[in-house]
Every structure is written in structure tokens, then in C-alpha cells.
């Protein structure tokens, strides 16, 4: 009878053993657990864990209800607290797990090689080193300062916090360096802006990954150095590392801003090439670049091709802009209104992308529609809104309207919204406000060439020609030199710059031999073209 019994406890428990590893929802794990608590499994811990594990950690899984779970168990072990830790540490209430922590020590609770990583990750999240730095005592004061997992947690939880010299001390300090921790380390410098040390790391690395040179592509776009972000991606494929996501996002991001369109679609076909699945964020991504490189066509293709329920604002923002920026105006408020059928909501970036189409087509009743409506939606305007503002009154000839809107800013007016009612007064000769907005600007940036070459042309216009050549003197006065203009080449999928009259680039001798052939053969061109007409006038004269 007894053995009877046993057995069928037994199988019992392999019955629910089971259930939990097939447990796909909590509506399935409500059901098992009401089963455990009939049965009296819910007493044995390994039945324990797993119910507390799925509602912690689990996708499917619901932390309130863990919490209850929790709360039930009267002295919960460490892997309790582990799990319930860990749950809160990705959760959007990342406090909630410190809470716990602090909870667990209390209860004598010792905390183990699993509780660090999750309570440091709560750390980062919440961008606190205050609370950090605690945990690292503890760590050290529990034996597990050479951890490698907690090590690198440790390094994770300084550098989000913006302590790159503590991040950088853990590093140094390891006796062993996995590919994570190095890994980190140079995502953390690159993060911090300083590519300079994330590079030196770089260089030093015996093994790279995806995510290595993820971290330093995206390190480069950062900091605004596209070029060597794509340098940096040739070498990857070089070496047969295949590109993820991530580091497709930051390349095309780097081939948008220099305007590189063969690279950009060389990028495109290696996407296609690999199979990426199109994200929104690469489809995103993609639109960006066609139209920031100048090929709307391409652009809306790539647009088109996400289908619109899978749409969200990021790639409205980027069509709409793209189509704005190339002075297609009734394109982008016809596909502003398609975005409100699609039943996506427009935030900021949305409305500075219309004001800008706007601005392009001298729309001013239509942008001023705009702005009232993203005041009215509960959205504050931000400098680039109210420097659009001023650009398109400014744009329309309705330059004193412009200067009385920039005066009853709820804000000190800054560069940008200076810069634009200044090119408002340029444009229709408004030398009175001109000349006040320019002094603004030339104080506001003392260092900035643009501001007096932009006041020396105002005057310029209106023939003041002494105090233009007063403020070419100023800025000579005060150190400030003109910034060169320059262009970029892509030939072969290399970027090549130029300014004027450079002489740097190592083929500046076959460039300027082919430049003067150019110039010969134009002239000649020209020569023939003129010598051909006069014959024509003369024998018009003759036969009449």
C-alpha cells in the first residue's frame, strides 16, 4: 500500500516535472502551480524554483506574480532571491532589485557568485555608482573580487555610469581577460566618446568578435569620424567577420552623413547578400541613407518596401525628411497625411521634419498649423522648432514678425535661431535687424568664422563697405580663421577630400595634369564653338 502511494507521488512529480518544462505561459503555470499546491509539491524547492524561475525570468512570465510566489516561502534560499533579483534587474522598476538585495542581507542571507552580476546590472541601469560602489565592497568583502562574470559586471555598471577611470581600474586589475571583458572595455571608451583608447584596446586584441567591431564602428560614428567607421567595416570583412544589426545600423548611418551613395548601396547588397532580416530599424536605416545621399527614388523604395503595419514613427520621420530635405514639399505633408491613416502617432521630430518642408516651399499659414498643433498634442517645442520657425518667417520676407517671435521666446534665443532670422534679413536686405542679430551672434560665438563673415556680408550687401572690412579685421584680430570648404569624391568605394588648392592628396600631381587637360580641352572646345558661329553669321551676310 505504502509503496502504492509512493509510486504514484512519483509520478506525480514527473507528471508536473514535465508540465513546467513545457510551460509556455502563465495561464499553463497558474494551472501547474494550483497543481503543486494539491499535491504539496510546491514544498519540495526544486518545484519552488522552476515556478519562481518561469514568472522572474521568463518572457512569458510576470513579476507580481513571482513576487507572491516569493512571499509565500518562508525562509527562500539564495536562488530565490537570485531569481527574483534578476527579474526586477531587467524590469522597467530596476530600483526594486537593490530593494531586494538590501532585503536579502538583512534576512542573513549571504549573496553568491549569481546575485552580483544582476544587482550590478540594476546598478547600470539606473546610472548610479552611489549604489554601485557599495556592491563592489561587498563583492570584495564576499571573496569574489576575481570573478570574471563579476568582473565584468563591475566594469558594465562604471562605464554606463560614466566612471571610465573605475571601469578601466577592474580591467587593469584582472589576471584574466576574457573576450567580454575586453569587449566592454572598448564599448565603454567608445561610448565615452574617447576612440582614441578604444582603438589602442582594439589594436591590442589578439581575438575579435561582432561585437568588437560593432563597438568600434559605432565608436566612430559617434564621434563623427565616418570615415574611419568605414574604414573599420572594410577591415572587418577582410577578416571574415559576418556583420550583424548592429553594425549595419552604424555603417549606413556613417555612409548618410558623408553622403558616400555608391558605398551606401554597396552596404544594401551586402544586407541582401547575407539575408539580414530587414528590421524596422535597418529599413530605418536604409531610408536615411538613400535620401540623405541624395537618391529619393531608392529612398521610398525602401520605404514601400516595409509593409505599413509594421511601420512605426522612426521610419515615417526619416521618408518624410527625406523628402522635405530635397525641397519636396507637398510629397512630404502627402505622406504626413498617410502616416496619420496608418495610425502612427507623430512626435517632435515628425513636426520639425514638416516645418522644415515648410520652410522649402514657403508654407507659412501651413507651419504655423503645425507648431499650434504640437503644442496642443502636449509637445514642447524645442530649440530646432522655434529656429524653424524663425527661418521660414524669415524665408517668407515677414522678417519682423520673425524678430518679434524670436522676443517672446519662453527661452534665450540661441545660434541656431539667431543664424536663421540673420539669413531671413540677408536674403530681403533687412540691414536694421541684420546688423542687431549679427553683433547677438558674434558675442553668443566669438569663435565661430561663420558669424562674422555672415555679419561682413550683410553690410557688404548694402554697400557698407568699411564695416565689412572691419569685421574681416575683427576676426582677424581675434585669431579666428576661416574654415576651408571641401568636397568628397567616392571612387571605387574610397572617399577622397579635397579643398581648394589642396596639394595633400597623393595623386594631387595626375589630378591637376588631368584638370589642366580638362581646362585646354574646354577651351578649345569653346574656341571652335565661337570660330564656328562667326563663320555662320558671315555667310548669313553674305547670302542676304
Known amino acids: 500500500m505504502l509503496i502504492s502511494v509512493g509510486k504514484r507521488a512519483l509520478q506525480q512529480n514527473q507528471s508536473i ?64 532571491w537570485n531569481a527574483i533579483i ?31 552580476p544582476f544587482v550590478l546590472k540594476a546598478c547600470a541601469r539606473l546610472l548610479s555608482s552611489r549604489l ?31 566612471d571610465i577611470t573605475s571601469a578601466r581600474k577592474v580591467f587593469d586589475e584582472m589576471p584574466q581577460r576574457n573576450l567580454v571583458a575586453w569587449n566592454t572595455m572598448v564599448d565603454s571608451y567608445a561610448k565615452c566618446g574617447d576612440v582614441g583608447c578604444a582603438r589602442l584596446l582594439f589594436d591590442r586584441m589578439t581575438e575579435k568578435d561582432v561585437v568588437t567591431w560593432s563597438a568600434m564602428i559605432a565608436g566612430y560614428v559617434q564621434s563623427e569620424d ?23 545600423v552604424s555603417v549606413l548611418c556613417a555612409c548618410a552623413h558623408l553622403g558616400a551613395l555608391d558605398q551606401g548601396r554597396r552596404v544594401h547588397a551586402y544586407i541582401e547578400d547575407n539575408q539580414f532580416k530587414m528590421t524596422i530599424q535597418l529599413s530605418t536605416a536604409l531610408v536615411d541613407m538613400y535620401a540623405k545621399c541624395g537618391s529619393i527614388e531608392e529612398a521610398i523604395k525602401a520605404f514601400r518596401a516595409v509593409p505599413r503595419r509594421q511601420t512605426d514613427v522612426l521610419i515615417w520621420n526619416a521618408i518624410i525628411g527625406g523628402f522635405a530635405m530635397h525641397g519636396l514639399s507637398k510629397e512630404s505633408l502627402e505622406l504626413f497625411e498617410e502616416m496619420l491613416q496608418a495610425k502612427v502617432r507623430p512626435d517632435e521630430i515628425t513636426y520639425l521634419a514638416l516645418l522644415s518642408a515648410c520652410a522649402h516651399a514657403g508654407l507659412v499659414e501651413e507651419a504655423w498649423r503645425f507648431f499650434e498643433t504640437l503644442k496642443r498634442h502636449g509637445m514642447t517645442p524645442k530649440i530646432e522648432h522655434y529656429a524653424c520657425m524663425v527661418d521660414i518667417l524669415g524665408r517668407a520676407g515677414h522678417v519682423d514678425a520673425a524678430y518679434e517671435f524670436m522676443n517672446r521666446l519662453p527661452i534665450e534665443p540661441t545660434a541656431p535661431i ?35 563673415i555672415g555679419l561682413s556680408n550683410i553690410y557688404a550687401d548694402a554697400n557698407r563697405w568699411d564695416d565689412a572690412r572691419k569685421m574681416r579685421a575683427m576676426m582677424e584680430d581675434r585669431g579666428v580663421k576661416k574654415s576651408p570648404g571641401h568636397s568628397c569624391i567616392g571612387v571605387n568605394g574610397k572617399l577622397h ?8 592628396h597623393p595623386q594631387a600631381g595626375e589630378i591637376y595634369v588631368l584638370l589642366d587637360d580638362l581646362s585646354n580641352q574646354i577651351k578649345l572646345e569653346a574656341d571652335v564653338e565661337e570660330q564656328v558661329c562667326s563663320e555662320l ?5 553674305t547670302d542676304a
Open 17 to 80: 516535472s514535465y508540465l513546467l518544462q513545457c510551460c509556455s505561459s502563465m495561464k499553463e503555470l497558474k494551472q501547474i502551480h494550483a497543481q503543486t499546491i494539491v499535491s504539496g509539491c510546491i514544498l519540495e524547492e526544486y518545484f519552488a524554483s522552476r515556478i519562481l524561475s518561469f514568472c522572474a525570468v521568463s518572457e512569458h512570465g510576470e513579476l507580481d506574480y513571482a513576487c507572491g510566489v516569493f512571499h509565500q516561502l518562508a525562509h527562500p534560499p539564495v536562488f530565490a
Open 86 to 116: 534578476r527579474g526586477f534587474s531587467k524590469s522597467k522598476a530596476p530600483i526594486r532589485a537593490i530593494s531586494l538585495y538590501t532585503q536579502m542581507l538583512v534576512a542573513g542571507v549571504s549573496p553568491d557568485n549569481f546575485t552580483f
Open 418 to 452: 539667431l543664424g536663421a532670422l540673420l539669413n531671413g534679413c540677408k536674403i530681403h536686405g533687412r540691414l536694421d535687424i541684420g546688423e542687431l542679430v549679427g553683433k547677438r551672434l558674434i558675442n553668443l560665438e566669438p569663435g565661430h568664422d561663420g558669424r562674422y
Open 226 to 248: 565616418y570615415t574611419e567607421a568605414l574604414a573599420i567595416f572594410e577591415k572587418m570583412k577582410v577578416a571574415a567577420v559576418k556583420a550583424n544589426e548592429v553594425t549595419m
Open 537 to 541: 553669321v558671315k555667310e548669313s551676310r
Open 497 to 504: 577630400r579635397f579643398i581648394a588648392q589642396d596639394k595633400t
Open 132 to 162: 554601485g560602489e557599495p556592491v563592489h565592497v561587498h563583492v570584495t568583502k564576499n571573496g569574489l573580487e576575481l570573478n570574471i562574470f563579476i568582473q565584468n559586471s563591475l566594469m558594465h555598471m562604471y562605464s554606463s555610469c560614466g
